[in-house]
């Protein structure tokens, strides 16, 4: 069983809408991160939030915005997105010390319109 | 800059057989190394964590990785592998925030 919960599992979304992923743990972790896995390649880091301050932003388009409203829980609101967008999106968190394991969820597989 | 390299991008293997996944490393600064697995449609699990101490680190499944500071390697091992092993499996650098990942690399065991 992870400890780090995304929903949805699955989202098919056009090229117009605006939709948000959700994370939430429950480890007392005060680092969370977004990664960008596409098919058959290693996840690649989008971005930070340590303490839920961004940290870190990848230089990821404006289209991707993420939100940390607590400790607990990890957004990202997504508009306008294009079909290269298409990946499966992976949240994770861990202790705010440099070195530390990060949790994964089971992530959210997005096709893009 | 921190990178990492999977040396070999697929690893068949018979069950039972032994099986070495090799990953090399670049860091100037002090390295934390990790091995996740990640199965079919499924998130990555920490397999084996390296962050200081004993160069021998092991997991409760049976794989072991050894970090050699001298020949900047990580690699994972398992005596005897299962079916259950088939996975795709990743090592990785961690830098101030955020993980550096290898390409992967996936092993496929066969009966």
């Known amino acids: 069983d992870t400890e780090v919960t995304q929903t949805p599992k699955h989202l098919v979304m056009g090229m117009t809408n605006k939709k948000s992923l959700k994370c939430e743990q429950h480890m007392g972790h005060r680092a969370m991160y977004w990664y960008k896995q596409k098919a058959k390649k290693p996840p690649e880091l989008m971005f930070v939030y340590s303490y839920e301050k961004l940290s870190i932003n990848e230089s990821v388009p404006s289209r991707f915005s993420p939100e940390c409203p607590n400790s607990s829980l990890l957004n990202l609101h997504l508009h306008a997105l294009q079909p290269e967008d298409s990946a499966l999106y992976l949240c994770?968190?861990?202790?705010?010390?440099?070195?530390?394991?990060?949790?994964f969820g089971d992530g959210t597989r997005l096709s893009i319109l | 800059a921190q990178s990492v390299t999977q040396l070999d991008s697929q690893v068949p293997v018979f069950e039972e057989a032994p099986v070495e996944l090799r990953c090399n490393y670049s860091s100037s600064v002090s390295v934390y190394l990790f091995w996740y697995v990640q199965y079919p449609n499924q998130g990555l699990q920490l397999l084996l964590k390296y962050l200081s101490g004993s160069t021998l680190v092991k997991s409760i499944n049976g794989f072991e990785a050894e970090f050699n500071k001298s020949q900047t390697s990580f690699h994972l091992r398992k005596p005897s592998v299962h079916i259950s092993d088939t996975a795709e499996y990743f090592c990785?650098?961690?830098?101030?925030?955020?993980?550096?990942f290898g390409q992967g690399t996936e092993l496929s065991v066969k009966p």
């Open positions: 990785a650098v961690t830098r101030r925030w955020g993980l550096i």
């Open positions: 994770a968190s861990s202790q705010a010390r440099e070195g530390q394991p990060q949790h």
